[in-house]
């Protein structure tokens, strides 16, 4: 279990992870970027999707200072089960580690299609699933957030 004054002090760094996930889906959003502009946000976006993915719906071996929704509840088995599956999160997980993390051979011959993400679709899932974990959380809880995402 976490002491209280961890989850605390850790909830302003989740809402910061939000923050930039919505702040680099918007600038994609808007357009008019050029192409480094592009690229510099879908990394940005990628990186903080990659964050509250793992943070929602952890790996089977989560490092034990990683920070985990299932954390801030008394019974973490009952909060995972009332969240959603995000679609193809194994799959956006290896392509953001493949493409983007590491620099691997796995790039080469990638095609602009292949390169295309479903930004509006990734921030869509993982705001439902913040939704409900903001929703379960304690009104006391829910002060520590700078960032709330409401459904």
Do not use: C
């Not at 996930?21 to 990659?50: C, Y």
């Amino acid at each position: 279990m976490i002491e209280p004054e961890k989850l605390k002090a850790i909830a302003h760094h989740i809402s910061y992870e939000i923050e930039m996930l919505n702040f680099s889906a918007d600038k994609l959003k808007n357009g008019g970027l050029n192409q480094f502009e592009i690229n510099s946000f879908l990394e940005v976006f990628n990186l903080h999707a990659r964050n509250l993915l793992d943070f929602l719906h952890p790996l089977s071996n989560p490092k034990p200072d990683d920070v985990l929704a299932r954390h801030f509840f008394d019974d973490p088995e009952a909060f995972q089960s009332k969240l959603p599956e995000i679609k193809n999160r194994e799959q956006i997980r290896t392509r953001i580690a493949k493409e983007m993390v590491h620099l691997t051979y796995g790039r080469i011959g990638i095609t602009r299609e292949d390169k295309q993400w479903q930004v509006e679709k990734i921030r869509q899932e993982i705001d439902t699933a913040l939704a409900i974990f903001f929703d379960l959380l304690s009104d006391e809880q829910k002060k520590w957030f700078y960032v709330i995402v409401n459904q």
